[in-house]
């Protein structure tokens, strides 16, 4: 029942600013296991920097590389190994969705060795964690939100399955810009419409509530106000920290509510479409909302508080956001063959559905696949 309520959950601490990494340094603990991804950080200076804040609070470190694609129960399993090796009583994540995702994922059965993924699909049903370890998350793109979230995106099976645990939200979030400045313009991109997109949603979601909607709001806004400038001046520290601020915001708003319809078709699609998370949600969100504005107010509420005149404001800065980064308007040229029916019914059969504030229905769903085929 506790969990049927819209529950607003924050993380402990969150440390917000460009250099904010150095919050490291004052970490209590013995050893720490880093997860990152597979490049770029190994690269960048910043990996070396928190190696060196860990030494000087005197922290045993251990890096785990490499993580990158959507989490599966196998490289989630594989890495929980690795965990119940080092021992760490801290966990920290930095990197995109992926790695903050499986950090979650993995310290969660690194916390309950002798449990399965499998059991922890039904909604809240994780036990408790922190006897070993607390987590600490350190996103390196501006949009997932998983950093706020209590939910991780993980392949049981073929199918991508959210695990959702209040236990997930972190102990510690370093929100820090410079390490989003090396991200290539087509990721800012696509990670950027994601957190609109969650803005977006959670706002129209039927479990928002007026704190989730100032949050939503406020998110989107940065998100539309910082986009486009970003791609245009990627070095723009600034800009890139109020993008930054605008997804963890909208984070915080969906974490609370829930996201849509636009969630709804690129959870399901992604198994078959190879397009980014957030350049699925950049091709549905204007035929999602055209769907909604029928039955509900919340598109027309959402656009007034965002300053946006109507939707052909919103889908031109989604086209010409695309256009920038050259992403293709279409899905049918990255798709693999599938039944547009089952896929439909799929879609109306995803848990986000539950939270949009129109019903979907395989005939909405399919006419809009088809439109943007
Ligand atoms: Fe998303």
Redesign the pocket.
């Known amino acids: 029942m506790l969990n049927m309520l819209s529950r607003i959950i924050y993380p402990k601490e969150m440390v917000i600013k460009k250099g904010s990494l150095i919050r490291i340094k004052f970490l209590i603990g013995k050893k720490a296991a880093i997860l990152i991804g597979r490049d770029s950080l190994q690269k960048s200076e910043y990996l070396q920097k928190i190696e060196k804040y860990l030494s000087t609070s005197k922290i045993e470190y251990f890096v785990i590389k490499g993580i990158s694609g959507d989490p599966c129960e196998k490289s989630i399993l594989e890495i929980s190994h690795q965990l119940n090796e080092i021992k760490p009583d801290w966990v920290i994540g930095v990197g995109g969705g992926s790695v903050m995702d499986t950090a979650k994922l993995a310290w969660s059965l690194y916390e309950n060795p002798k449990m399965s993924l499998l059991k922890f699909q039904t909604p809240f049903s994780t036990p408790e964690l922190r006897k070993k370890a607390k987590l600490c998350l350190i996103p390196t793109t501006s949009g997932?939100g998983s950093e706020v979230t209590n939910s991780a995106l993980v392949t049981l099976k073929g199918i991508k399955t959210p695990i959702i645990s209040n236990c997930f939200i972190p102990d510690i979030v370093i929100l820090d810009p410079n390490l989003t400045l090396n991200l290539p313009n087509k990721v800012t991109a696509s990670t950027g419409i994601?957190a609109f997109?969650?803005g977006l949603e959670s706002y129209c979601s039927t479990l928002s509530n007026s704190l989730t909607k100032v949050y939503a709001v406020a998110g989107a806004k940065l998100i539309f106000e910082n986009l486009k400038k970003a791609l245009l001046d990627p070095e723009d520290i600034i800009t890139k920290e109020k993008l930054l601020y605008g997804s963890m915001l909208s984070g915080l708003a969906q974490g609370a509510t829930s996201?849509g319809g636009v969630?709804a078709m690129s959870h399901s699609l992604s198994s078959n479409i190879s397009l980014p998370?957030g350049h699925l949600?950049a091709l549905f969100i204007i035929p999602i909302l055209k769907f909604n504005i029928i039955e509900s107010d919340s598109v027309t509420k959402f656009l007034k508080e965002m300053s946006i005149n109507d939707i052909n404001v919103l889908d031109k800065w989604i086209s010409e956001i695309m256009q920038i980064c050259k992403l293709n308007n279409r899905w049918g040229n990255f798709s693999r063959d599938f039944n547009l029916d089952d896929m439909s019914q799929n879609i109306v059969n995803d848990i986000c559905a539950r939270t949009n504030p129109r019903k979907l229905t395989v005939e909405g769903i399919k006419s809009i696949l088809e439109e943007t085929r």
């Open positions: 997932i994601d997109s969650h996201v969630h998370h949600n």
